[in-house]
T-cell receptor, first 115, second 117 residues
Framework: AQSVTQLGSHVSVSEGALVLLRCNYSSSVPPYLFWYVQYPNQGLQLLLKYTTGATLVKGINGFEAEFKKSETSFHLTKPSAHMSDAAEYFCAVSNFSGGYNKLIFGAGTRLAVHP | DAGVTQSPTHLIKTRGQQVTLRCSPKSGHDTVSWYQQALGQGPQFIFQYYEEEERQRGNFPDRFSGHQFPNYSSELNVNALLLGDSALYLC????????????????FGPGTRLLVL
């Protein structure tokens, strides 16, 4: 069975500081990995995804993530935080069970950015 | 190009009642998945519809049922509502024609927030 663990339910950074949100996965098959962002009272927006190929994936709004198979990790980073980055971030893995695609999400990390 | 839309945005029901939530997929998408997001948690997969059939189901009771129409829109029905059904219900759409199944990106709607009193 596949699973996702997000370390740290709350992360707080200063504006301009590095953002690092941690995600570890468990999968018996090559995983496809996703990061989604959820702003207050909104649905989920895709930030980036890893399927195959280059392990460093660039997404929207200056975010990127690196797939590290040896560490079973897919951490999300951004060099310089903006106030507008304050939101909830979800890491997800794609489940192939039965040949059909469904997403398994972590519990989420709430990012706060302070001046 | 309209994204995924859901209606209503908010809903208040009492225990034992039934509710129907609606979803219109992104243009060109033929697959609809439903997720339940309880407060403070990540979304949990309920089921997925393709070609008007439920083809995969998560760990949810039979009180949760759905339907997909020929235009690919979908409904989620919940019978005999419980307090624990209070959550944000998210619809996501995708397309099987864009590549391998697992590579499909699921695009999410804004959700319907259900409160059961």
């Amino acid at each position: 069975a596949q699973s996702v663990t997000q370390l740290g339910s709350h992360v707080s950074v200063s504006e301009g500081a590095l953002v690092l949100l941690r995600c570890n996965y468990s999968s018996s098959v090559p995983p496809y990995l996703f990061w989604y962002v959820q702003y207050p009272n909104q649905g989920l927006q895709l930030l980036l995804k890893y399927t195959t190929g280059a392990t460093l994936v660039k997404g929207i709004n200056g975010f990127e993530a690196e797939f590290k198979k040896s560490e079973t990790s897919f951490h999300l980073t951004k060099p310089s935080a903006h106030m507008s980055d304050a939101a909830e971030y979800f890491c997800a893995v794609s489940n192939f069970s039965g040949g059909y695609n469904k997403l398994i999400f972590g519990a989420g990390t709430r990012l706060a950015v302070h001046p | 190009d309209a994204g995924v839309t859901q209606s209503p945005t908010h809903l208040i029901k009492t225990r034992g009642q039934q509710v129907t939530l609606r979803c219109s997929p992104k243009s060109g998408h033929d697959t609809v998945s439903w997720y339940q997001q309880a407060l403070g948690q990540g979304p949990q997969f309920i089921f997925q519809y393709y070609e008007e059939e439920e083809r995969q189901r998560g760990n949810f009771p039979d009180r949760f049922s759905g339907h997909q129409f020929p235009n690919y829109s979908s409904e989620l029905n919940v019978n005999a509502l419980l307090l624990g059904d209070s959550a944000l219900y998210l619809c996501a759409s995708s397309s099987e024609t864009s590549g391998t199944i697992a590579q499909e990106t699921q695009y999410f709607g804004p959700g319907t927030r259900l409160l059961v009193l």
